[in-house]
């Protein structure tokens, strides 16, 4: 059997059990939740449940106080296990960009891919021109960030994380820094990745793209998942008094 096929039927993502607390502040009180292959995850709740935290722990850069990470079936919170390793097959998109403002688009598509994956000059503008076009900016390889505007830059970021050859994507509010007239061209790209079969950790406020493109939405209130099932049952036909309560605030 391949790699490719030991991961396949495994989830690609599968937490147990998570806690984290920050000093005496407990903000994850105990999560299951799991994220299979090719499967696009939305994740809901108020500000402050505990949603960026348990993005944040299923690539370590927040250590959980108890619980396990499996990411592809590996243990990232076992001390033995490469971190590095584990990160490279995992995009993060957040809601800041964290472009560098000295490089072009084009540059600071290769400087990850020339650092972690070791690629060439060549071979790293190559993938980073493909992703660009992929996300509808061929046209500004050039460009500098200040020269974009924010759903580009945040298009931009994307291609960046793509450009990694990601197994996984996992994205952190990502339309929520957006203009509103900008934020359907980042969602239509989002939309396209899962189309294309990519796993996907969404994190998010936009209740049309969680409806229409999410397989599963996930409820979190307070440190806890309080409900998650099919987008029609969730915020359609929501179980739950606090689900209920939250979605007549946001839809
Ligand atoms: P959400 O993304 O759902 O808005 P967060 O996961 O960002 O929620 O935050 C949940 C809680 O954890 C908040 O009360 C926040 O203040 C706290 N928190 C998050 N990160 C840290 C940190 N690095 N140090 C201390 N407290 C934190
Ligand atoms: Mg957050």
Known sequence: MSEQDIRADRPAIE???????????????????????????????????????????????????????????????????????????????FQQFNL?????????L????????????????????????????????DAFPSQLSGGQQQRVAIARALSMNPDMMLFDEPTSALDPELVGDVLAVMRQLADEGMTMMVVTHEMGFAREVGDRVVFMDGGVVVEQGKPEDVLGNPRHERTQSFLSKVL
């Open 15 to 93: 937490v147990r059990g998570l806690h984290k607390s920050f000093g005496d502040n407990e903000v994850l009180k105990g999560i299951d939740f799991h994220v299979g292959q090719g499967e696009v995850v939305c994740v809901i709740g108020p500000s402050g449940s505990g949603k960026s935290t348990l993005l944040r722990c299923v690539n370590r850069l927040e250590e959980p106080t108890q619980g396990t990470i499996l990411v592809e079936g590996i243990d990232i919170t076992d001390p033995e296990t490469d971190l590095d390793k584990v990160r490279t097959r995992i995009g993060m998109v």
């Open 100 to 108: 560098f403002p000295h490089l072009n688009v084009l540059d600071n």
């Open 110 to 141: 290769a400087l990850a891919q020339r650092r972690a994956k070791r690629r060439g000059k060549r071979e790293a503008a190559e993938i980073g021109r493909a992703n660009l076009e992929k996300v509808g900016l061929g046209h500004r390889a």
